[in-house]
T-cell receptor, first 112, second 112 residues
Framework: NAGVTQTPKFQVLKTGQSMTLQCAQDMNHNSMYWYRQDPGMGLRLIYYSASEGTTDKGEVPNGYNVSRLNKREFSLRLESAAPSQTSVYFC???????????FGDGTRLSIL | GENVEQHPSTLSVQEGDSAVIKCTYSDSASNYFPWYKQELGKRPQLIIDIRSNVGEKKDQRIAVTLNKTAKHFSLHITETQPEDSAVYFCAASYTNAGKSTFGDGTTLTVKP
């Protein structure tokens, strides 16, 4: 049982490049989330999808877009990467908002 | 919206001592309070959670207490061990909230 799978695990981009981070879950969860975690900091919510077909902004949505492709997959896109977006990105899923979240292993993204 | 404050931000204890981390929340509608542990370089993982219909829950050396009137909940770790060293996050959410609100995290160091 894979749980939440994120790809890629590592990526280096140049300023201005675009990229899509992929996330898939195999637990039939309704809700999915994207967080960023800067060094020594907490988890900041970028976007979330409470159910298939819906997406909502979180705390720090600027510079990002998301797509809930189907119930399993939730992708995060950086249209024009900036050094301030250097971070570790975690995808998570849960059956509902008041249920435990299961996190992926993260994508370590560096923007030069 | 919900606001979760977590204290202390760092905590250092001797092996065998107890550790207590406290969180306060603002939204009286919140009814689900999980705690996550994040080891260095790893993903956050649920260690214990509590719902608003109970005041305390225990799982071996860890326990969580909830005071709904005061809107705070605490994580208690007894007989701490070096492998308890990690960052701990609290969170709060409610049915149909769509998302959880996380505290900023507590870095626990257990000295051998």
């Amino acid at each position: 049982n894979a749980g939440v799978t994120q790809t890629p695990k590592f990526q280096v981009l140049k300023t201005g490049q675009s990229m899509t981070l992929q996330c898939a879950q195999d637990m039939n969860h309704n809700s999915m989330y994207w967080y960023r975690q800067d060094p020594g900091m907490g988890l900041r919510l970028i976007y979330y999808s409470a159910s298939e077909g819906t997406t909502d902004k979180g705390e720090v949505p600027n510079g990002y877009n998301v797509s809930r492709l189907n119930k399993r997959e939730f992708s995060l896109r950086l249209e024009s990467a900036a050094p301030s977006q250097t971070s570790v990105y975690f995808c998570a899923s849960s059956d509902k908002s008041n249920q435990p979240q299961h996190f992926g292993d993260g994508t370590r993204l560096s923007i030069l | 919206g919900e606001n979760v404050e977590q204290h202390p931000s760092t905590l250092s204890v001797q092996e065998g001592d107890s550790a207590v981390i406290k969180c306060t929340y603002s939204d009286s509608a919140s009814n689900y309070f999980p705690w996550y542990k994040q080891e260095l370089g790893k993903r956050p993982q649920l260690i214990i959670d509590i719902r608003s219909n109970v005041g305390e829950k225990k799982d071996q050396r860890i326990a969580v207490t909830l005071n709904k009137t005061a809107k705070h909940f605490s994580l208690h770790i007894t007989e701490t061990q070096p492998e308890d060293s990690a960052v701990y996050f609290c969170a709060a959410s409610y049915t149909n909230a769509g998302k959880s609100t996380f505290g900023d995290g507590t870095t626990l160091t257990v000295k051998p």
